[in-house]
Nanobody, 124 residues
Framework: VQLQASGGGLVQAGGSLRLSCTASGRASSTYIMVWFRQAPGKEREFVAGIRSAGFNPYYADSVKGRFSVSRDSTETTVYLQMNSLKPEDTAVYFC??????????????????WGQGTLVTVSS
């Protein structure tokens, strides 16, 4: 499975961006699709994730109420709508996927497939 992320950029605080991540290859292997982010000098952290249709998405506390994750009808593309962006949201954002559910969905080591990362910069 290959994951291709896009949509990053520079935005002012309070603005919005939408990230996309499309899976190709064995897309059936993407039961869970999630977003992580990594700021300079910090560890990679979970942001948001979604399973197949019919399940509620889940979010890190730091982005609840501001970010929204969704999948398209083919379930090969996952989106991250980011609103009310803050300077502390600045990071490289990565999409990731795995085949089966895990209660440790927030742990980077659980994921089999990763996109290349897209930079989000929020200016104050």
């Amino acid at each position: 499975v290959q994951l291709q992320a896009s949509g990053g950029g520079l935005v002012q605080a309070g603005g919005s961006l939408r990230l996309s991540c499309t899976a190709s290859g064995r897309a059936s292997s993407t039961y869970i699709m999630v977003w992580f982010r990594q700021a300079p000098g910090k560890e990679r952290e979970f942001v948001a994730g979604i399973r197949s249709a019919g399940f509620n998405p889940y979010y890190a506390d730091s982005v609840k109420g501001r970010f929204s994750v969704s999948r398209d009808s083919t379930e090969t593309t996952v989106y991250l709508q980011m609103n009310s962006l803050k300077p502390e949201d600045t990071a490289v954002y990565f999409c990731a996927a795995r085949v089966r559910w895990t209660v440790m969905y927030y742990a980077p080591a659980q994921y089999d497939y990763w996109g290349q990362g897209t930079l989000v910069t929020v200016s104050s």
